[in-house]
């Protein structure tokens, strides 16, 4: 079983910036595609940002390019989301999930392939 925990999120003023942090328990963390998603009220959830495994690299939806940066630190087995200039349409419960076994690198966006999810953080752009 694969642990997930999520961490630096918080309310913070438009145009302001927020790094979130995922660690893994994945002994196998560098392989493994991995994503942030997010979920507002009343939406469903989106994805934000994607890295691939195997520093192959990664994905933005066009409407996250610019603001967000996703990076891992393979030795600490974390996942990063750098977030800027942000707006309250940002406002949301972001998560961190994985997908543990072999996927295309097309495939390391979709939802249904991520099959390790954390409790996720809440971020609030007022």
């Known amino acids: 079983q694969v642990q997930l925990v999520e961490s630096g999120g918080g309310t913070v003023q438009a145009g302001g910036s927020l790094r979130l942090s995922c660690a893994s328990s994945e002994p196998a963390f560098s392989r493994r595609c991995m994503g942030w998603f997010r979920q507002a009220p009343g939406k469903e959830r989106e994805v934000v940002a994607t890295f691939y495994g195997g520093g192959s690299g990664t994905y933005y939806p066009d409407s996250m390019k610019g603001r967000f940066t996703v990076s891992r630190d393979n030795a600490k087995t974390t996942l990063y989301l750098q977030m800027s200039n942000l707006k309250p349409e940002d406002t949301a419960m972001y998560y961190c999930?994985?997908?543990?076994?072999?996927?295309?690198?097309?495939?390391?966006?979709?939802?249904?392939?991520?099959?390790?999810w954390g409790q996720g953080t809440q971020v609030t752009v007022s």
């Open positions: 999930a994985l997908h543990r076994g072999i996927v295309a690198w097309g495939q390391c966006r979709e939802r249904a392939v991520f099959d390790y």
